[in-house]
């Protein structure tokens, strides 16, 4: 696998965490990056109340203000949050995947790992890439793979 494909789904989770978008900014999503951070500080400026905010950035200000938020601008936050852990996990396993079916490793029909030597996966005995059966069905039907 290549050096992109390498990367950690839960770390991207851990990193999303953290500061909404970095999950996406560690498996080079940039524009995903931008979309997530910028969703969850536009939210932050529009549900959080400015008598809330604190007047000076000390972490026991910063806990005032998180139990003083109201519910919904809570949920809102966390919400925004756990969808962007989820996309980033999701994004880094779906790479993970075609990476493995590029590689010939795994079946692109059923994902199960399939021996290099066999021209069909034994799995679900369809043809796999690179074999005169699967390419004729790639001619038959273009829009099958």
Known sequence: MSETTK????????????????????????LRSLVW???YLVSFEVLVPDEVMP????????QEMAQALPLDAALALSSIVIFGM???????????REAEVEA???CPHCGKDVDE????????TNPLPGSEE??????DDPGAS
């Open 134 to 139: 699967f390419e004729a069905e790639v001619e």
């Open 117 to 124: 030597d066999l021209a069909f996966c034994h799995w679900c």
């Open 86 to 96: 989820l996309d980033a996990y999701w994004l880094a396993k779906r790479t993970h």
């Open 7 to 30: 990367k950690r789904p839960w770390l991207a989770a851990l990193l999303a965490l953290l500061v909404s978008g970095l999950g996406h900014v560690y498996l080079r999503e940039w």
């Open 37 to 39: 951070f910028s969703l």
């Open 55 to 62: 007047a000076e950035p000390t972490i026991a200000a910063y």
């Open 104 to 106: 010939g490793e795994t």
